[in-house]
């Protein structure tokens, strides 16, 4: 992939620097995967639902980490796109997520991409800086429970 690479100077804010660099990088997942029809995001849901599905709602924030209400938005237009479904019961109310073979399908598409967008992420940080980059935002991670 080409792209123009910026030269741009850091903020005095870690907060502001933090929410710039993770927009670029959602900028340059999209980009690479769109192909696919997808988001990274969406992406991510998908993926996460296949591997721990049936899943509810709930399970999934916790296993990704990510904040409830966040991942019912997102999840919203992947089921009117018949990517997801509920599984659950009915009169049930813990929703049981699963993918849809047009679920499958998608993700069957996007993955290949994915991997493309993960290992150009890493040619242009270099090995090293991409294991500095991981532990400080696992570090960075684990000042919230």
């Known amino acids: 992939m080409e792209r123009k690479i910026y030269n ?3 903020a005095a804010c870690n907060c502001i620097n933090l929410r710039r660099a993770s927009q670029s990088i959602t900028e340059v997942y999209d980009e690479m995967i769109a192909a696919s029809g997808l988001k990274i995001s969406q992406y991510l849901l998908l993926n996460n639902v296949k591997h721990l599905g049936p899943v509810s709602v709930s399970n ?8 409830r209400t966040t991942i019912v938005r997102n999840l919203k237009p992947l089921e009117e796109r018949d990517l997801i479904i509920d599984v659950a019961g009915s009169g049930s109310r813990n929703r049981q997520l699963m993918l849809t073979d047009k679920g499958l399908e998608n993700l069957e598409v996007a993955s290949p991409l994915w991997v493309e967008a993960q290992n150009y992420i890493k040619e242009y940080l270099g090995e090293e800086d991409m294991n500095t980059l991981t532990k400080l935002l696992s570090k960075i991670e684990a000042l919230v429970p």
């Open 8 to 10: 741009k100077q850091p």
């Open 60 to 67: 999934l924030a916790l296993e990704i980490r990510l904040d």
